[in-house]
């Protein structure tokens, strides 16, 4: 028998610097902070976790102002985190404007195919992915269901990608109400 999981609780990644990382997520995207205490591992550290919706969170672990811990700079490659992608509850255009409120570079919107997204970096390094669906899932409607349909659908149909046509496709086949 296999193991089975019933979603992602959180990613567990190293910080830099303790109000920097509480502002971005606070304040730049609107996540709650939920727990701040010592890191139970390392106490020269401090434990965050953020409110990312959905029942899933995200925990960074940053020194102590008042310590010596050194940590290294993190590098892409195998085993790394090559981003953090999270979907918008706010349109992409409302996205764009809070970013440049904060004076924040990103690229974007960047067409995915059946998704925008947005790319940036948080003030640890990390590169961020804001992404938003061009026809919009239902409420309740499971993100893999109807990517697992339109996976098929593309397949069938030989295109290189998954489209929007594709995820309309889908969501007609799995009798989803599309959201206008």
Same mark, same amino acid.
């Given at each position: 028998?296999?193991?089975? #999981?019933?979603?992602?609780?959180?990613?567990?990644? =190293?910080?830099?610097?303790?109000? /920097? #990382?509480?502002? =971005? !997520? #606070?304040? $730049?995207?609107?996540?709650? @902070?939920?727990?701040?205490?010592?890191?139970?591992?390392?106490?020269?550290? #401090?434990?965050?976790?953020?409110? *990312?919706?959905?029942?899933?969170?995200?925990? =960074?672990?940053?020194?102590?102002?008042?310590?010596?811990?050194? @940590?290294?700079?993190?590098? /892409?490659?195998?085993?790394?985190?090559?981003?953090? *992608?999270?979907?918008?509850? $706010?349109?992409?255009?409302?996205?764009?404007?809070?970013?440049?409120?904060?004076?924040?570079?990103?690229?974007?919107?960047?067409?995915?195919? !059946?998704?925008?997204?947005?790319?940036?970096?948080?003030?640890?390094?990390?590169?961020? /992915? @804001?992404?938003?669906?061009?026809?919009?899932?239902? $409420?309740?409607?499971?993100?893999?269901?109807?990517?697992?349909?339109?996976?098929?659908?593309?397949?069938?149909?030989? *295109? !290189?990608?998954?489209?929007?046509?594709?995820?309309?496709?889908?969501?007609? /086949?799995?009798?989803?109400?599309?959201?206008?």
């Amino acid at each position: 028998m296999s193991i089975k #999981t019933k979603g992602i609780n959180h990613p567990a990644i =190293f910080g830099r610097n303790l109000n /920097e #990382t509480i502002k =971005f !997520y #606070t304040e $730049v995207l609107g996540m709650s @902070l939920v727990l701040r205490q010592p890191n139970l591992d390392e106490p020269r550290m #401090t434990h965050l976790f953020f409110s *990312a919706g959905n029942g899933a969170f995200i925990a =960074f672990f940053v020194p102590n102002d008042d310590t010596d811990l050194n @940590l290294r700079k993190g590098s /892409e490659g195998i085993g790394s985190m090559q981003h953090l *992608a999270m979907n918008l509850d $706010v349109t992409i255009e409302e996205a764009m404007e809070t970013l440049n409120k904060y004076k924040i570079k990103f690229s974007g919107p960047i067409d995915r195919g !059946y998704e925008r997204s947005l790319y940036f970096n948080d003030p640890n390094g990390i590169k961020i /992915e @804001l992404m938003s669906w061009i026809t919009p899932l239902p $409420v309740g409607a499971d993100e893999a269901d109807v990517i697992s349909r339109a996976q098929i659908i593309r397949e069938n149909e030989g *295109a !290189y990608n998954i489209e929007d046509k594709h995820v309309r496709q889908a969501m007609k /086949e799995l009798g989803l109400s599309q959201v206008t």
